[in-house]
């Protein structure tokens, strides 16, 4: 299937999405996951995936409640968030071209947390909510919360959690703060 088919394909997902409803709606979040599809054989493109342990593809798939939007086909040898951006320009667009006043968020794991996605929705008016990775600059500002949450969890015998508003940049590849929500 060659690209102009697959985009017409999204074309008519996105519009079934936007026919559905009769008014458009105040908000929507727009879900972002990419997971593995195994491969059976020795198809183009095959890759072998340590995380997932075998040869598949890692399909980005973008959700709104239970609608996909997109289904879009990769090798497993790129990051989660590979054409994310692209796609979301071209969801963002056709979505606004109907209903311009929407308020959008995107929503998916720390694999979608990358600079260029991140600065083009706040250009753009786009909310986002990504998971971070952990590294030691993170675990040391909620390192408090984490030991209440412990102590808690010890003496009530289930899972606790704190949160904790923190502004938080990094030093190579941000360009701005952000405010991300952190609970232990």
Request: charge should be positive; proline fraction near 3%; hydrophobic fraction near 35%.
């Amino acid at each position: 299937m060659d690209s102009k088919a697959i985009f017409e394909l999204h074309e008519v997902l996105v519009d079934t999405f936007l026919d559905s409803f009769e008014e458009p709606p105040e908000e929507i979040i727009l879900d972002y996951d990419a997971t593995d599809d195994t491969i059976h054989g020795e198809q183009d493109k095959r890759y072998f995936n340590g995380l997932y342990d075998s040869y598949c593809f890692l399909p980005l798939y973008v959700f709104c409640g239970d609608q996909i939007l997109v289904s879009y086909l990769r090798p497993s040898s790129v990051g989660a968030a590979h054409h994310a951006r692209g796609i979301t320009k071209l969801l963002v667009a056709k979505i606004r071209s109907r209903w311009p006043d929407v308020r959008i968020t995107l929503r998916g794991d720390s694999g979608f947390a990358i600079e260029r996605l991140m600065r083009w929705c706040d250009k753009n008016d786009v909310s986002y909510v990504f998971g971070l990775q952990k590294n030691s600059v993170l675990i040391r500002q909620i390192a408090c919360e984490m030991t209440r949450a412990r102590i808690k969890q010890s003496c009530f015998g289930t899972k606790q959690a704190f949160f904790k508003w923190l502004r938080y940049r990094t030093t190579k590849s941000s360009d701005r703060h952000r405010w991300p929500i952190s609970f232990g």
